[in-house]
């Protein structure tokens, strides 16, 4: 089953961190909705991040591309006010405006240490966390705020984990999770004049490519890690909350969700589509019953 038909032809999207996993997703159904998207990341062909993963954005860029739309890969490293501005520069020049930023940014996994109390947690990884994944989507939305309220109806996408006050299991890793939600509702009392929303938007328990290489299975044959893990039975794909971003922003009331903090799941009983495979996981259930 496919996701309902959306149309964003004509609309130019950033997404920021889309190498991988959920800004992979993202850009691939905004790609298959007509979008115009920019990706970004660190991860080039012949020169990968320090994340060390194969992935490229210039792969993502074919894959949106191939889904409808057109993909321009940019190397960036959102850390650096410099190449942003330079990236907007670029989206100005080519396009004049931008219609939505998502900023997925993050590469902390490597960083974050689970288990152990904040004191004995690497200072300086925690610190690069935050550096990675708060520091860059301020960067970001900085330089990107001035395009798009030239439009109207723009809107700003924080992509996040949870949505809930609870702790998140390291101070390090729920300070960057929690604060992107904050930027999200304030980002939405700025941009309210502009008919600009800004929404956090979370996952649930997603079939990255690096979660499917953890548990030695791949996208076809991500059933047989339920047999480590049963809660892997209520997991998504990237492409999951990609539908739910791009029915968002196609959405032309948009503003009713802007300064909140939303899920994939809740996106997909509000407008109505499913994961690439015809389910609809609802990992907010899925944790209510079994956990």
Request: charge should be negative; proline fraction near 5%; aromatic fraction near 6%.
């Amino acid at each position: 089953m496919t996701s309902p038909t959306i149309d964003l032809t004509g609309r130019v999207a950033l997404v920021a961190g889309a190498t991988r996993g959920a800004g992979r997703g993202i850009a691939v159904e905004l790609g298959a909705a007509g979008a115009v998207v920019y990706v970004t990341g660190r991860s080039t062909a012949g020169s990968p991040s320090p994340m060390r993963r194969p992935e490229t954005i210039e792969e993502t860029a074919r894959l949106v591309t191939e889904a409808g739309g057109t993909g321009i890969a940019v190397r960036v490293d959102h850390t650096d006010p410099g190449q942003v501005r330079a990236l907007a520069e670029r989206i100005d020049r080519e396009h004049g405006r931008l219609d939505l930023l998502v900023n997925d940014i993050w590469g902390g996994d490597p960083l974050t240490e689970w288990g152990v109390p904040f004191w004995r947690h690497d200072l300086g990884n925690g610190l690069r966390m935050l550096r990675n994944a708060i520091d860059t989507h301020i960067i970001t939305s900085w330089h990107a705020a001035p395009l798009l309220i030239r439009g109207s109806g723009g809107l700003i996408v924080e992509v996040t984990d949870g949505v809930g006050d609870g702790y998140r299991g390291s101070l390090f890793y729920d300070l960057v999770k929690a604060s992107v939600i904050r930027l999200a509702r304030a980002q939405a009392e700025e941009l309210r004049p502009y008919g600009v929303a800004a929404v956090a938007v979370t996952p649930g328990f997603l079939r990255s490519e690096a979660v499917l290489d953890h548990f030695g299975v791949t996208a076809d044959t991500w059933r047989d890690a339920i047999a480590k893990d049963p809660h892997f039975a209520a997991s998504e794909t990237p492409r999951y909350i990609g539908r739910g971003i791009a029915h968002l922003a196609a959405d032309p009331d948009r503003l009713s969700l802007t300064g909140t903090a939303t899920t994939s799941w809740d996106l997909a009983k509000r407008y109505g589509f499913t994961d690439v495979d015809g389910t609809t996981p609802d990992w907010g259930r899925h944790l209510r019953e079994h956990l």
